[in-house]
């Protein structure tokens, strides 16, 4: 749930109404496709429960990912095809928010916009700092003392964490029909 919390911790409790509101709960069965290699995303996704494989065409899996995760953001930021195709490995639910009615919110609310692309680009930043660090880019003098560790939360994004849990917990109740 940690990749969620890099989005939730940027925005306010009435942009996550606005996204339990604006979405679909859409349920996935074993084996269904959400985003295919080669072909426009036209949705960003968080995984609410479940499991989901990321795989590239001649490497195989590349990831499993759970509650929480966000899929499809890297296409929103920019028109580059996806590289992966996303399959849910098991019966999986997730909240679908639509390119278009994103982007309809983005040109209406500035603000909205700030939070959410600040979102994006610390959640962005951390898939890159692990990534590099996986390749093992800069290992060759050890850990500094003040380096984070790749599962480490950003000092900034700790004063936010507790509040970011809450919010996805009051989302997932919102999508299961519960009075918030």
């Given at each position: ?13 009435i942009?996550v ?93 500035a ?67 519960e009075?918030?």
């Amino acid at each position: 749930m940690r990749k969620a919390l890099y989005i939730l911790s940027q925005l306010n409790d009435i942009d996550v109404e606005w996204m339990a509101n604006a979405g679909n709960r859409r349920s996935l069965t074993a084996g269904e496709v959400i985003i295919t290699a080669g072909k426009q995303v036209e949705s960003l996704f968080i995984i609410l429960d479940g499991k989901i494989s990321v795989g590239v065409k001649d490497i195989g899996e590349i990831a499993e990912l759970g509650a929480g995760e966000i899929l499809g953001e890297i296409s929103f930021v920019d028109s580059t095809l996806p590289y992966a195709t996303v399959m849910a490995l098991m019966d999986t639910h997730v909240l679908e928010l639509p390119r278009a009615t994103i982007e309809k919110r983005l040109e209406m609310e500035a603000e909205f916009a700030g939070r959410f692309y600040k979102a994006l680009a610390i959640f962005l930043a951390d898939r890159l700092r692990s990534t590099v660090s996986h390749l093992g880019y800069g290992n060759g003098k050890g850990l500094d003392a003040d380096a984070s560790l790749p599962d480490e939360l950003d000092d900034n994004l700790l004063d936010n964490v507790s509040l970011a849990g809450d919010r996805f917990d009051r989302l997932l109740r919102q999508l299961h029909g519960e009075r918030i």
